[in-house]
């Protein structure tokens, strides 16, 4: 029966929601809509409804708040996300480090981003993973947190839910070496425009014209003499670059 007046409770707060957003504020003079053929009616099931312990300890924390937000709805809220994410990552035969779940778990800023604003946990804890093994920890959990939790948000719909995986863009669980950036030299070598042991071209001449006419610019700035405020120009010069 407690079951039954939780759903009576969300049927009239949906319509009155849906109404809103239509612009009707009175349900019983609403126009209602042309008839059309009613498509097969397919019941809705609530994700909190397969028994497993983190969903049901969500609906007692829900219950408790009497259905406001709380700490304790948060947190029950957290760890049926965190089940469900490993769970999916299970059923593809890959797992996660238990040093690296404590500190998700140990942030809530990281825990939030990951478990917290969408309904693709385990695609989010992938990627986050992944990124760690190519960039290290130090990188992902201190120095560069938050640009790690932007990519994390932004592509971790490119996970495949099927393999956990994205070979494409080297998203992988598995074990590997860090990841090696090379830049390489700057192919450009100066060449001199002055040069005594060669005619000079018009290339040369161009340059040669540039560096001679820099650009100057100028501004009025405030300077304090002889204790008043008089106005200054002051001017900078650089060198009108020739590329």
């Not at 009616?41 to 969500?58: K, L």
């Not at 030299?185 to 002055?194: A, E, G, L, N, S």
Request: net charge positive.
């Amino acid at each position: 029966m407690k079951q039954v007046s939780r759903k009576n409770r969300v049927g009239p707060t949906v319509l009155a929601l849906l109404a809103l957003m239509v612009g009707v504020t009175d349900l019983s003079t609403a126009k209602k809509p042309p008839t059309r053929t009613a498509a097969p009616a397919v019941p809705w099931v609530s994700p909190f409804e397969n028994g497993s312990p983190e969903s049901q300890a969500v609906l007692a924390a829900l219950d408790k708040s009497e259905y406001r937000f709380s700490p304790e709805v948060k947190t029950a809220f957290i760890s049926w996300r965190k089940a469900q994410a490993l769970a999916a990552i299970a059923k593809t035969g890959r797992s996660l480090p238990a040093n690296f779940l404590a500190w998700v778990d140990s942030d809530p800023v990281v825990a939030g981003t990951v478990y917290g604003i969408a309904d693709n946990a385990a695609q989010r804890l992938v990627l986050l993973r992944s990124l760690e093994i190519d960039l290290g920890q130090d990188e992902v959990r201190g120095k560069h947190i938050q640009l790690a939790l932007g990519i994390t948000d932004e592509y971790a719909g490119s996970v495949n839910p099927a393999t956990m995986s994205n070979p494409a863009l080297g998203i992988s669980l598995e074990e590997r070496g860090l990841l090696k950036l090379e830049i390489k030299r700057y192919p450009c070598v100066k060449v001199d425009t002055h040069a005594k042991d060669r005619p000079l071209d018009v290339n040369d001449h161009i340059v040669n014209f540039l560096e001679d006419n820099p650009v100057i610019t100028g501004k009025k700035v405030g300077k304090n003499m002889n204790g008043g405020k008089i106005e200054t120009v002051v001017t900078n010069s650089r060198p009108f670059p020739a590329s």
